[in-house]
């Protein structure tokens, strides 16, 4: 078990540009989640995953925001066009059945 | 929907003694689980401890034991014999129905440990 692995650890960009982020889950965990994380708050839910079905997404997931979980493994997060208020801490949790989750170290995002 | 408030942005403790965490909550949920999360400088999410609503025992693990009160919606988390690297930011969050794990989060309570 070597626990939820995300990459990039940090991304600087500039608005406009597109960002995509990655997440590989513990194995054999069949539920994959993003969160989102603004600072001094909770994280706050985006989408999840069980296998390669997203079966949510919060409203708070507007259309530059996609997120892919090909063949149920690894999931990525992609923003285009990005903007200022996209600057956040991106979490992902896995889970075997959604009781119990366990998160990455998410990847900060600073849209300049 | 479901909501969690936490009514204490920070909370200091002196080394060694007891400290509780306040979270009220409220869901329309019959079955849920409640949770605690520590998230450190590092800001890695770390589960402290779990409790399952049907469950009339307080969960314990080691020094965190929660307080879980159903008919008040009322979930505290008491931290004894408070440790220097038990500082960071204390996370209070529901799930339930046919959404588990999608988390519902407090806003969170700042806990300052004193040497």
């Known amino acids: 078990d070597t626990g939820v692995s995300q990459n990039p650890r940090h991304k600087i960009t500039k608005r406009g540009q597109n960002v995509t982020f990655r997440c590989d889950p513990i194995?054999?965990?069949?539920?994959l989640y993003w969160y989102r994380q603004t600072l001094g708050q909770g994280p706050e839910f985006l989408t999840y995953?069980?296998?390669?079905?997203?079966?949510?997404k919060s409203r708070l997931l507007s259309d530059r925001f996609s997120a892919e979980r090909p063949k149920g493994s690894f999931s990525t997060l992609e923003i285009q066009r990005t903007e200022q208020g996209d600057s956040a801490m991106y979490l992902c949790?896995?889970?075997?059945?959604?009781?119990?989750?366990?998160f990455g170290s998410g990847t900060q995002l600073s849209v300049l | 929907a479901q909501t969690v408030t936490q009514s204490q942005p920070e909370m200091s403790v002196q080394e060694a003694e007891t400290v509780t965490l306040s979270c009220t909550y409220d869901?329309?949920?019959?079955?849920?689980?409640l949770f605690w999360y520590k998230q450190p400088p590092s800001r890695q999410m770390i589960l402290v401890i779990r409790?399952?609503?049907?469950?009339?025992q307080n969960a314990t693990e080691n020094r965190f034991s929660v307080n879980f009160q159903k008919a008040a919606k009322s979930f505290s988390l008491k931290i004894s014999d408070s440790q220097l690297g038990d500082a960071a930011m204390y996370f209070c969050?529901?799930?339930?129905?046919?959404?588990?794990?999608?988390?519902?989060f407090g806003q969170g309570t700042i806990l300052t440990v004193h040497p």
């Open positions: 949790a896995s889970s075997p059945s959604g009781e119990k989750l366990f």
């Open positions: 194995s054999e965990h069949n539920r």
């Open positions: 995953f069980q296998n390669e079905a997203q079966l949510e």
């Open positions: 869901t329309s949920e019959s079955d849920y689980y």
């Open positions: 409790q399952e609503a049907y469950k009339q």
């Open positions: 969050a529901v799930t339930g129905g046919t959404s588990y794990g999608k988390l519902t």
